[in-house]
């Protein structure tokens, strides 16, 4: 089996370790609002917009559309310390909006912005200690009304946290986690990660997992995956690695490669779990990571990685 190891890879050191006036914003879902697929957030879309293809979002052309990041981050609190006006403007920024706003119960704030070619970005963060959410408007054409309709719908929006949502809209793939204690939790990027219960939050050295799907372009054998993913994890600290149980198979009909990678991160004996498998070009990444109760944890990765299914090519 041979698998494209891109750099997209380094995203596997995740597993590793104002003004003062004040916007209130709809707390629940009027009948006109639209749920962004994969998310807890509605908004109403505007004329000329619609859901968008390709990503969380809503979309006029490829120069304005709207992203959802749910979650953002795991914390409100502490993501909202780098949402600053001088921030903004120390990254070349004309902010001409900057305002403390509510999404429903949850604090938030706003920022309209511009770069010095004119180009818009509008920022909505909220939420509170458990969860903070980001809807990013980018808009590039000098239009007023195209840019009062972005910004309209960035700040229509709604949040119902007890939505449940479908996190692979948007991907060639899927995964069952209704068998093992490792649930979805977020999406870091390209990556997906899986913690204990899908919590937000992880205690220190909690074990959990990503899954990074990357396309092939060049191909590597086993033996070089082997050595470049030995090389990423030693950067990330790991010493005396060892690799067990590695071996070519089938997951679901799919080509695989798996293996146990065991060695010390900060002194403690630690596993990294990784599959690979592809089909017609792309793939998937899957790696778990532990560091105590190793046999319990490595049957819970397996639970979920054995679950994985591609798309059929014209359903994403």
Do not use: W
Not at 132 to 140: F, K, Y
Not at 164 to 192: C, E, G, L, Q, W
Not at 216 to 228: P, Q, V
């Amino acid at each position: 089996m041979k698998y494209l190891l891109p750099s997209i890879l380094v995203l596997t050191s995740i597993t590793v370790n104002a003004q003062n006036n004040s916007d209130s914003i709809s707390a629940k879902p009027a009948d006109q609002h639209v749920t962004v697929p994969g998310t807890h957030v509605s908004m109403i879309i505007p004329q000329g917009f619609k859901l968008a293809k390709d990503f969380v979002g809503l979309e006029k052309d490829d120069k304005t559309f709207i992203e959802v990041f749910d979650p953002y981050e795991s914390d409100y609190t502490k993501s909202v310390t780098y949402f600053t006006r001088p921030i903004f403007e120390g990254k070349g920024m004309d902010v001409f909006t900057f305002k403390a706003a509510k999404v429903g119960t949850y604090p938030a704030k706003y920022a309209g912005m511009k770069n010095s070619a004119g180009y818009g970005k509008y920022e909505l963060l909220f939420g509170d200690t458990t969860f903070s959410a980001m809807v990013l408007g980018h808009c590039s054409v000098n239009d007023v009304e195209t840019s009062k309709a972005l910004e309209g719908a960035i700040m229509s929006a709604s949040y119902d946290k007890n939505k449940k949502i479908d996190p692979y809209i948007h991907t060639y793939f899927t995964v069952n986690d209704s068998t093992t204690m490792f649930k979805f939790s977020r999406r870091n990027d390209d990556a997906f990660r899986y913690t204990v219960n899908g919590n937000l939050k992880i205690a220190a050295e909690e074990a959990s997992m990503t899954i990074t799907p990357f396309t092939m372009e060049n191909a590597l054998s086993d033996k070089e995956i082997k050595k470049t993913m030995e090389g990423i994890y030693k950067k990330q600290g790991m010493s005396g690695i060892k690799v067990k149980n590695e071996s070519d198979n089938k997951v679901n009909g799919y080509d695989a490669y798996e293996s146990e990678v065991y060695g010390k991160i900060n002194g403690k004996e630690t596993l990294i779990y990784q599959l690979t498998v592809s089909k017609d070009g792309k793939a998937l990444l899957i790696t778990g990571i532990s560091s105590a109760d190793l046999d319990k944890n490595l049957a819970e990765f397996k639970k979920l990685a054995y679950t994985v299914n591609f798309k059929p090519a014209d359903s994403k």
